[in-house]
């Protein structure tokens, strides 16, 4: 088998064990949060902060959302890291934009955050600061989940179906998620170019 075959098989066998509920239970919070005007707070690191980017662009349009992407911002976030430090830089800029209990943050990583093992305490501090604020979190994340999984209102774990691919099938199945999610029938509100030309 080479390794594409073998890539591409277990790209496969992670849909078929990918908890369908907590999708559902992620449509139905992010629909509550339009409903009552919230807005949403994609966030995450490297990898994770393209898919804030390109998510926050998909909910805006596809969605009727007010979506936000702190990274996206490159002037406030060098400044809040040369000033303040990596460490708080998008939890003070979820504040500076006056997160609350109507709005919910999306976090995109692979390993959640930890506060132990001091990895992605930038992720760490900003759901601490959703918490704060009384705001949803959720997000897609991989291996166990770390700080994020743990306190979340709903969090998918792409699961591991191969340790030495953590990283890539769960920064592909991230992307894959969140377009189910503005695809779905509860939150898409505009049809996608080459969906709505005949």
Known sequence: MTFTTDFLKKTALVAEKIDAAVIEKMVNILAEVRECGGRIFFVGSGGGAGHASHA???????????????????????????????????????????????????????????EEKNISRNLVNAVKAAREAGAKVLGVVGRDGGFTAANADACLIVPMVDPALVTPLTEAYQAVIWHLLVSHPAISKNPAKWESTK
């Open 56 to 114: 926050t662009c998909d909910f805006r349009k596809l969605g009727g959302f007010e979506a936000i992407c702190p990274t996206d911002n490159v002037s406030e976030l060098t400044a809040r890291i040369n000033d303040e430090g990596w460490e708080t830089s998008i939890a003070e800029s979820l504040r500076a934009s006056r997160i609350s209990s109507k709005d919910a943050i999306f976090v995109f990583s692979v390993g959640g955050g930890s």
